[in-house]
């Protein structure tokens, strides 16, 4: 018989899944989210394990851990996870949560702000279903960053924070296409790789986790560009990468390209669009805003039999 069990609801934004962990989670204290996050990661990694491995999860799978919030005024906290970590912040997992949320009838249409270990977001639940998520403040830390990829020669691309750290690379590699699927993750993972063996960092040494490429949308009439972003486990985003397109909007802003308040509509390697803006802040800050859609997909209660070998997942 199961001493644990899980509930957890499922949804996609555009074409991203989130698993929100609703009920069942370790006691992680009430302590800040960061605090948190660095216990659950430390002494309750099965948590995540089971919820994104197989045979539950998949690689794509991102987890997000409903708890109570820290912050004032937020409506919960939450910690994101994948397939190999946590994740600092996710904007299709905040999508997905809100949806999750006013699935469960905890939330209405409006804005409500939502506690995470890299600070506070507001997730604004539109009526016609989409949601806007303001970020964290974002920024470009380098431009035009060249670094040796074995197979794939020197790549260059800008460093930029937005909500988790990115290397973003425009018109180089191959082309973004869906049947280039397995060059497209090739030459993205090698470029991760060497930029860790080349010592390129983030602040505070953070690692380089997500690395994005961009090239020309399929249809100019519905987005600006298009992307493919490979995440911390090898896997791709399947949704346009809403914090991948707020460290977009922050290079966009520091060169003049984009002015504050002006729409830029990403698509993804789907074609799915996640549109954002943003506004100005001190020192070259932004805070981005970036909206998409999601939609529950189902829920799931999940037992854990002590003689099953796999109940904790398969380790990656
Ligand atoms: O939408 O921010 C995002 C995200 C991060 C990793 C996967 N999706």
């Not at 006691?27 to 197989?54: F, I, K, T, Y």
């Not at 919960?76 to 905040?94: A, E, K, Q």
């Not at 702000?113 to 989409?130: F, M």
């Amino acid at each position: 018989m199961s001493t644990i069990a899980l509930k957890v609801i499922d949804s996609h934004a555009e074409g991203e899944p989130t698993r929100v962990v609703v009920e069942g989670g370790p006691d992680l204290g009430n302590g800040p989210m960061s605090e948190r996050a660095a216990l659950l990661q430390r002494d309750h990694d099965w948590l995540r394990s089971s919820v994104c491995n197989e045979p539950r999860g998949h690689e794509a799978m991102v987890g997000a851990l409903l708890c109570e919030a820290y912050e004032a005024d937020c409506i919960c906290g939450v910690i994101f996870f994948n397939n190999v970590s946590n994740l600092n912040m996710c904007i299709h997992g905040t999508i997905g949560l809100t949806v999750t949320l006013a699935h469960l009838g905890k939330i209405q249409i409006g804005s409500h702000r939502i506690d995470t270990p890299v600070g506070v977001v507001t997730a604004t639940l539109h009526p016609d279903g989409s949601v806007e998520v303001a970020n964290v403040p974002s920024r470009r830390k380098a431009k035009d960053v060249s670094v040796e990829v074995p197979t794939w020669g020197v790549v260059t691309g800008d460093i930029a924070w937005g909500g988790n750290w990115f290397f973003l690379i425009q018109g180089q590699g191959p082309e973004i296409k869906f049947k280039n699927l397995d060059d497209l993750t090739d030459f993205t993972w090698k470029v991760r790789l060497a930029l860790e063996a080349s010592g390129i960092t983030g602040d505070d040494g953070m690692c380089i986790d997500h690395i994005e490429t961009f090239g020309p949308p399929v249809d100019p009439a519905l987005a600006e560009s298009r992307n493919f972003v490979l995440c911390p486990g090898r896997a791709y985003d399947r949704s346009p990468c809403g914090t991948g397109t707020s460290a977009k909007l922050a290079c966009l802003a520091a060169d003049g390209d984009l002015a504050p308040g002006q729409i830029w509509r990403q698509a993804g390697i789907l074609n799915s669009v996640f549109s954002g803006t943003y506004s100005e802040l001190p020192d070259g800050w932004i805070l981005p805003r970036v909206t998409g859609r999601a939609w529950v997909t189902g829920e799931s209660t999940y037992y854990f039999h002590p003689e099953d070998p796999f109940r904790f997942g398969i380790p990656m």
